[in-house]
């Protein structure tokens, strides 16, 4: 696609583009916006997929067709689109290479749903890259709402972003502290949900634990596990038996595991 030359964008010091690098860089920026920067073919057009209406659309000439088409399809739904120089992509790009367009879009928005049976719970997570895995299992499996306390690695960093693999655009995501996720859960109707926490060794096993029931499950953080005010909060704890009696699993990995056990349970 041949950028229309009055509109191109030559500059890094453009306004657009300085907004869009403290986006990149700046969760304090992100979090006063409501926005976070997507970047990228395949994860545009999961943003499009999902309906999504970027804020701004920013192209370079090196888009391939698959990209064209992409573009073409944000135009017509109205989006705001400016055709960029490559370098000045590329230095925006928080990957090695830009692949020719870039999204702002906005975070999250929608309001907690009533009458859920499946929750997730992140607690002091601070890895990105398990971040981002453990919100692309939970859109997997159909989790109805994700919660992060405070101390979370942020949801909407690049890292994460790009982790999720879209996930990002078909999740219910809310930022709480303890006091009001237990609130939520337990005023959850037609019946409380029960606040499980995910530990190394405590509690029953996960075969042994009714993973039917509406839930609340809580993944802690990598290094130190969950907080002590999660610890207050929970109703019980659950680990995942490990025969080759190793001591802990990656966090991304046991939430994956508890997770499609609650699924098996509820199809079985």
């Known amino acids: ?80 689109s400016h055709a960029v120089i490559p370098d000045v992509l590329d230095r925006l790009s928080d990957t090695e290479t830009s692949q020719g367009i870039l999204l702002i879009v906005q975070q999250n928005t929608a309001p907690l749903p009533l009458g859920v049976n499946l929750v997730l719970i992140i607690d002091q997570l601070r890895d990105p890259g398990n971040m981002g895995t453990i919100l692309r299992t939970a859109a997997a499996v159909g989790v109805q709402v994700v919660f992060l306390t405070p101390g979370s690695v942020d949801p909407y960093m690049p890292k994460v972003v ?39 060794g405590g509690g029953s096993t996960m075969w042994q634990t009714d993973l039917a029931t509406p839930l609340a499950l809580v993944v802690g953080g990598e290094a130190e596990g969950a907080s002590e005010m999660a610890r207050e909060f929970i109703d019980d704890l659950v680990h995942i038996p490990m025969p080759g009696e190793f001591e802990s699993l990656n966090a991304g990995v ?9 699924i098996r349970q509820r199809h079985s």
């Open 1 to 80: 696609m041949v950028p229309d030359e009055r509109a191109l964008i030559t500059s890094i010091h453009n306004p657009k583009v300085q907004n869009v690098r403290a986006l990149l860089k700046d969760r304090s920026t992100r979090a006063e916006q409501g926005l976070f920067v997507v970047e990228g073919i395949r994860l545009a057009e999961e943003a499009f997929a999902a309906g999504l209406r970027p804020h701004l659309v920013l192209y370079s000439d090196q888009l391939s067709v698959r990209g064209e088409e992409l573009l073409a399809g944000f135009q017509a739904n109205g989006c705001e």
């Open 254 to 262: 046991a939430a994956s595991i508890l997770l499609y056990e609650a």
């Open 162 to 200: 790009r982790a999720g693999m879209g996930a990002h655009f078909r999740l219910n995501l809310h930022q709480a502290d303890w006091p009001r996720i237990r609130q939520y859960c337990i005023e959850n109707q037609p019946a409380p949900l029960r606040i499980l926490l995910a530990d190394s």
